[in-house]
């Protein structure tokens, strides 16, 4: 992989991160890095809305797409399919389709091979609890299938646009993508800090303000943690956030701090530039803090990354942690119930549990909520 294209295409993502604007540019960046004719970000939220974001290259194509083949795709719901499953986050087309079906389905046939379009790859990210992100990248037809080891790389880079849409779906939903940084801030439903990069709070929302003193403190005017045994570890990410450490590479997972009687959730993300006044013009770095708590769904990513499982086995474990009975889980999740109890089996085997309660208190004692 060449990191200086790697570099070029999560620069794209964070400048998109606080621009959501930017996005189809952002996606453009990272389907050069896979040598891809294009790429596609479906997010789906809780409530049933659905939104797709392309690279330039393919928005005619979105278009006849969303028209007449996107109920007909039975390439991307085996794709889907596959990776609720849990086995892996990535999943290329090749593996789920035969040479036979790629000769014979309408949506090769008829749509994407007319099209130049010849194979693609999907992987599941979660921004947020309430809302699942697809990113597919498509090649162009006559290029070769999307190696195993370049699926290697696809979820490692998937983490940072996780990262970045988690702020950029935040300023959609708040309808604030088109005002300033600044002046979006107090619309959103997390804490918001902007450092520098020498680690002082250049402003944060009302939020974010109030989660001082409470898991986080202001040192001197940098932040920190309260807790001496969780301040070394934000300093840690801070100081490779800045020092570039993380080019490259994936990045570390949400930072879990103990706040009393919850937990903060704080993820940290380059912030390359920011418009606005000039009091931001040195802005290096966005920390975004959500407090847990009862009524909040526990967050996928957060299970994903504690206890190393893959996000279709993170989404169902969230979901059976919170009560949810594996009959409902299945039909939120668009998997069979035999395979919420194939995959439940491999999720308790790598959580250390054997039971839905154990589980429950496990994610629990994870996000700091009392039990009963």
Request: hydrophobic share 45%.
């Amino acid at each position: 992989m060449n990191i200086l294209a790697w570099n070029e295409a999560v620069d794209a993502v964070y400048r998109a991160a606080a621009e959501p604007l930017r996005w189809p540019e952002a996606l453009h960046q990272v389907a050069i890095l896979f040598d891809a004719m294009g790429a596609t970000l479906l997010h789906r939220h809780d409530d049933g809305r659905i939104g797709v974001i392309v690279s330039p290259t393919l928005s005619a194509l979105n278009e006849e797409y969303g028209r007449r083949w996107q109920h007909l795709d039975v390439r991307a719901e085996r794709v889907l399919s596959a990776i609720a499953s849990g086995r892996r986050d990535v999943q290329a087309d090749h593996t789920v389709c035969t040479a036979t079906e790629v000769a014979t389905l309408p949506i090769y046939q008829d749509f994407l091979i007319p099209n130049g379009i010849g194979w693609s790859v999907g992987v599941s990210v979660s921004p947020t609890p309430e809302i699942a992100v697809a990113l597919s990248l498509l090649r162009s037809l006559g290029k070769p299938t999307v190696t195993d080891a370049e699926q290697e790389h696809v979820p490692a880079f998937s983490r940072h646009i996780e990262r970045a849409l988690s702020l950029s779906i935040r300023l959609m939903d708040a309808e604030a993508e088109n005002l300033s940084l600044a002046g979006a801030l107090d619309r959103l439903d997390c804490g918001v800090f902007i450092l520098d990069a020498d680690q002082r709070i250049l402003t944060s929302n009302a939020r974010a303000g109030a989660l001082l003193g409470r898991g986080l403190m202001a040192l001197d005017g940098r932040l920190t943690a309260r807790s001496a045994q969780t301040r070394r570890a934000l300093q840690d990410r801070l100081v490779a956030r800045f020092t570039g450490q993380e080019q490259g590479r994936a990045l570390p997972g949400t930072l879990v701090l103990e706040n009393g009687e919850h937990s903060l959730l704080l993820q940290i993300m380059p912030l390359p530039a920011v418009p606005g006044p000039s009091s931001l013009q040195t802005a290096s770095t966005i920390v975004l803090v959500v407090e847990t708590g009862h009524g909040r769904p526990f967050d996928p990513a957060v299970v994903r990354d504690v206890f190393q499982l893959t996000l279709g086995e993170a989404r169902l474990a969230a979901l059976i942690g919170a009560g949810v009975s594996p009959g409902k889980a299945a039909e939120t999740l668009g998997i069979s119930e035999n395979t919420v109890r194939t995959v439940l089996k491999r999720v308790f085997e790598k959580m250390g549990v054997s039971r839905q309660n154990e589980l429950a208190a496990l994610l629990g004692k994870l996000f700091m909520l009392r039990q009963g």
